[in-house]
């Protein structure tokens, strides 16, 4: 059976560049966020898909409700999916959480926060692989670093290990794996991230040079929210 993961719709949230970790808030998709859930009507078979799966945030639920079509039906939602936890870094500008993250690597809790980048991502990952369990298709809802990591997987050059920053996740563009692909990907991702040292981002080589220094804007909330659009900017 065929899994299709993807970024929930734009947010004016995502539009000016703040994070949001905390499903307490609820944010609404905007109005190009909106219009973008009607796209995907062309590019996926979405009448033949018996599961919908979304994060619990509110973004994340809107996409796959106007997806789904059926106002009255809700996903199943699995909070492993959800957001990184920003802590203290909640509600401001993407870039300040980019620069602690880029000091201080993936393996350090941000102040205020109950996981670093790290342990967010074996969330995401071991909610992702739970997916399977639910009958197929389906259509998974969740939030662009997770997005981001399996492009990464699918294109990354051999031997290359995980970065901090990921190629942005445009909105509301599926990324689609068989079963068995997506769980090989997730178990080798897990692994992975298992198998990495508890140092620094300046122990992990060039990727985990500062973009920042790369003249790179850095941004979960990318500058892609349409679909087709050029990807530009890499995502954390």
Request: proline share 10%; aromatic share 12%.
């Given at each position: 059976m065929t899994?299709?993961?993807?970024?929930?719709?734009?947010t004016h949230y995502s539009r000016e560049y703040l994070v949001n970790g905390d499903p307490s808030r609820a944010i609404p998709l905007s109005k190009a966020g909106v219009q973008s859930c009607g796209l995907v009507w062309h590019t996926l078979p979405l009448r033949q898909?018996?599961?919908?799966i979304?994060?619990?945030?509110r973004r994340a639920r809107q996409t796959a409700s106007m997806l789904m079509g059926v106002p009255e039906q809700d996903p199943v939602i699995d909070p492993q999916l959800n957001?990184?936890?920003?802590?203290?870094?909640?509600?401001?500008p993407f870039l300040e959480y980019a620069a602690w993250l880029d000091e201080h690597g993936g393996r350090r809790r941000p102040p205020g926060a109950r996981e670093c980048q790290r342990e967010g991502i074996e969330r995401m990952l071991v909610g992702l692989q739970a997916t399977v369990e639910?009958?197929?298709p389906r259509v998974v809802v969740c939030h662009g670093l997770l997005v981001s990591i399996l492009h990464w997987?699918?294109?990354?050059?051999?031997?290359?290990?995980?970065p901090l920053f990921f190629p942005e996740a445009p909105c509301v563009q599926p990324v689609s794996f068989e079963d068995e692909e997506l769980l090989s990907c997730v178990k080798s991702l897990l692994t992975e991230v298992a198998a990495e040292p508890e140092g620094d981002a300046e122990q992990r080589g060039d990727a985990g040079k500062s973009r920042a220094e790369a003249g790179l804007d850095?941004?979960?909330f990318d500058r892609v929210?349409?679909?087709?659009?050029?990807?530009?900017?890499?995502d954390a």
């Open positions: 899994t299709h993961i993807l970024r929930h719709g734009e898909v018996s599961t919908w979304s994060s619990e945030f957001e990184l936890d920003y802590g203290d870094f909640e509600g401001g639910h009958p197929g997987y699918r294109e990354r050059p051999a031997g290359e290990p995980m850095v941004a979960t929210n349409q679909p087709h659009a050029q990807r530009d900017f890499p």
